[in-house]
Each structure stands twice: as C-alpha cells, then as structure tokens.
C-alpha cells in the first residue's frame, strides 16, 4: 500500500455527474497501531452512491 496515496475521499455530485473531488477522511493512527493495508472504496452500485463520501478501509493491528 502506498501511505502517500491521494485519492480523493470526498465527492460532490449532481445527478451521475462527478463535479468536484476532495480528500477530506482520515484514519488517525498513534505507535501502538500497526497499518496492514488500506484503500479508498470507490465502487457505486447501479451508477449511485451510497454517501458523499468514499468508504476508507483499513486492515490493523492494534498492540494495546
């Protein structure tokens, strides 16, 4: 995973139509937590959206 990635998190739409993207999500992580992996889901069903913004996914470890 690339921990730079810059895809965006937010989006604003009209109809099916893409007009502005952001990155404005964030998982915030301290040193007893360990990132596996992560991604931004970007996947819509049937053409819509679920929200407006993409789902973040991430797999870690916690070391509590």
């Known amino acids: 995973f690339n921990i730079n ?3 965006p998190t937010y989006f ?3 109809d099916k139509e893409i007009l502005r993207e952001e990155i404005i999500d964030y998982i915030f992580i301290n040193n ?3 990132v596996n992996n992560f991604r931004v ?3 819509n069903y049937n053409a ?3 929200s407006d913004h993409y ?3 991430a797999d870690l470890d ?3």
Do not use: M
């Open 55 to 57: 789902p973040l996914l």
């Open 62 to 64: 916690l070391n509590l």
């Open 5 to 7: 990635d810059t895809t």
């Open 32 to 34: 007893k937590v360990k």
């Open 48 to 50: 819509r959206w679920v």
């Open 12 to 14: 604003e739409y009209r």
């Open 41 to 43: 889901e970007r996947k």
